[in-house]
């Protein structure tokens, strides 16, 4: 089995595991703890079958230093937009199962399970072209930043806010968004998977301030990012150096 087909593995039987929760009896936070926890047992027992000897660093896990000296690394967000996951309709929630290596960022999964989708790295989505109409800037939907408006200002664009921040950014590999800003806090599992998958279909992928998105660092934290199409990047980048 091949390291995409381990990602794509593990992400689907998360994806499996929270929709069958979703359609019980649990509601809310109940619903929420019982979907972290769930979603992460099932990515683990994949991962534990295929890669035992990889290291598992996860949001709903103790972080295991081992990483900062491993070659092989899987950056996990077993659910991505909990909040979502907890309110009944709403699809804009994910699950991220990405691997590291010394390479950077390679084989990545996201389920997007309400949708019954999975993207992968390889073969990498097929970027649409864009319609015509405002460039679509997606943004969180409690706290839009800023430098977000300032893009939408100078692009002519509307904000659309969404969820998770996985969905964020598969909303720009899928065409319904042409960019998403984020600025503010956010974690290194919270993009990995995501940004690998965006990456493998061609768009812009950076910090803020136009430099690389860098994983399995020390710190978990990797509090600002862009996604957007190519075509973008240049007024997208120029626009949130103006705002800061």
Known sequence: MT??????????????????????????????????????????????????????????AADDRRRLGADRVWIVDPLDGTREYGEPGRHD??????????????????????????LLT????????????????????TRPPVEADAVAAALDGVLVPLGSAGYKTLAVVRGEADAYVHAGGMYQWDSAAPVAIAAAAGLTTCRLDGRSLVYNEPDPSLPDLVVCRPELRERVLAAVRAAR
């Not at 929270?18 to 099932?42: F, I, P, T, V, Y």
């Not at 970027?127 to 969180?140: E, H, K, M, N």
């Open 93 to 118: 929630w994910a699950v991220h199962v990405a691997l590291w290596t010394r390479d950077g960022l390679g084989a990545s999964a996201v389920a997007l399970p309400a949708l019954e989708e999975v």
């Open 3 to 60: 390291d995409v087909e381990v990602a794509a593995r593990a992400a689907r039987a998360a994806a499996a595991v929270l929709r069958e929760l979703r359609s019980g009896n649990l509601a809310g936070r109940e619903l929420g703890d019982a979907g972290d926890a769930s979603a992460q047992e099932a990515i683990l027992s994949v991962l534990r079958a295929e890669r035992p000897d990889d290291v598992v660093f996860s949001e709903e």
């Open 122 to 141: 390889e073969p990498a989505p097929a970027l649409p072209p864009r319609g015509d109409g405002p460039v679509r800037i997606a943004v969180s939907r």
